[in-house]
């Protein structure tokens, strides 16, 4: 599992012209599948992802959690996430998680996501998106589980 977190002032999501998930001071979260992705591994991303002390503190530190400064998440699936382009210069996708086993997967950090954080907006698993976003800082991480669990 792969995600890429953005700190955000704010995102959107929108999916026909049609506003689907929107927040404010958080983080939007790209998030890719695996095929050998299992729940454990997304429970501990996500344990991961809500803990990231990436705000400023009233020193200006980024020593702040999403909890402690009220942060939303907008979660984004994107199997493009595992692209693999080592040969030629038509990425292959083949690491990627199946459709069904990935929207699963998706759904499932969503639920997860509830848990610690009030406000999980997001986008439509394999629907055409159009991401906005205000990058704060910019400051964007990328969260992998081959290098996390």
Known sequence: MRL????????????????????????LVLLGVAETDTTAIADKLVKKLVSLRIFDDEEGKTNLNLEAVGGELLIVSQFTLYADCKKGNRPSFIKAGGPDMANK???????????????????????????????????????????IC
Do not use: W
Request: hydrophobic share 35%.
């Open 4 to 27: 890429v977190v953005q700190r955000v002032n704010e995102a959107s999501v929108t999916i026909d012209g049609e506003c689907t998930g929107k927040i404010g001071k958080g983080f």
């Open 105 to 147: 997967m998706y759904e499932y950090v969503l639920e997860q996501c509830r848990k610690y954080v009030p406000v999980v907006e997001h986008g439509e698993f394999g629907a055409d998106m159009k991401v906005s976003l205000i990058n704060d800082g910019p400051f964007t991480i990328v969260l992998d589980s081959e290098e």
